[in-house]
């Protein structure tokens, strides 16, 4: 019987060219490896783990962030249709990808259930601002298998409690495979002294040439 792998990532209401096609390229090449596997369609609550400074929304940075969302407000408004039909299209691109049914943090537990074998990324799952206790895997079974791939943070400074956190759940993973080489060292294990470089199956760069040219075939199979 094939064991059955289980991708966190960020899939849900996902309207990224970018994400949908990740989502796609790791459940493909997973599958093409001889594992069962479906993305975990998890639905973000409105609260994550870390929240935005303050700084962030006043002073200079705060207000060009304002003018940067009303201007994307105003624009809205004329590329209403477009909009909507990109949504659509989005919508339908997601369901080609197998996926299970939507989880929650209250149900999310419900996937040891499905699954056997956990997966974390790709895609910006571990940025402060957008992490969420799922993204790290925390209702999963102690017993099960937990790993990253490409699980990505695209900042270079992280706080001190960012680091304590990244701990507790890091080393609780069998394998971590990051973006770029070094990525997930430089930026996680400065503060955590989590040591993972002998469990990694590749390097970044050729774990994610691999998503990459799965990319590529999903384009050209469906360019009609």
């Not at 680091?163 to 890091?170: A, I, P, R, W």
Request: aromatic residues 10%; hydrophobic residues 35%; glycine residues 6%.
């Amino acid at each position: 019987m094939k064991k059955k792998v289980g991708i966190m990532t960020l899939y849900n209401n996902n309207n990224n060219y970018g994400g949908i096609a990740q989502s796609y390229a790791i459940q493909r090449y997973i599958e093409s490896i001889g594992y069962e596997c479906s993305i975990i369609n998890y639905k973000r609550s409105r609260k994550g783990v870390f929240t935005i400074p303050q700084t962030q929304l006043t002073g200079v940075k705060g207000i060009k962030n304002a003018l940067v969302r009303r201007i994307e407000m105003v624009g809205d408004v004329f590329l209403k249709n477009k909009i909507e039909l990109r949504k659509i299209c989005f919508a339908k691109s997601r369901e080609v990808i197998p996926h299970t049914d939507v989880y929650d943090e209250e149900n999310i537990q419900n996937c040891n259930k499905e699954f056997d074998i956990f997966i974390s990324g790709s895609d910006q799952i571990w940025k402060p601002f957008v992490l969420q206790l799922p993204y790290v895997l925390n209702f999963v079974d102690s017993k099960k298998t937990k790993i990253s791939y490409a699980s990505s943070i695209s900042q270079t400074e992280l706080s001190d409690k960012y680091g304590c956190f990244m701990k507790k759940y890091l080393e609780e993973y069998k394998a971590i495979s990051p973006v770029v080489e070094n990525d997930i060292y430089e930026a996680i294990d400065v503060h955590t002294c989590v040591d993972k470089r002998n469990t990694i199956g590749a390097p970044g760069p050729k774990a994610m040439e691999q998503v990459i040219a799965i990319n590529k075939k999903w384009i050209k199979e469906h360019e009609e």
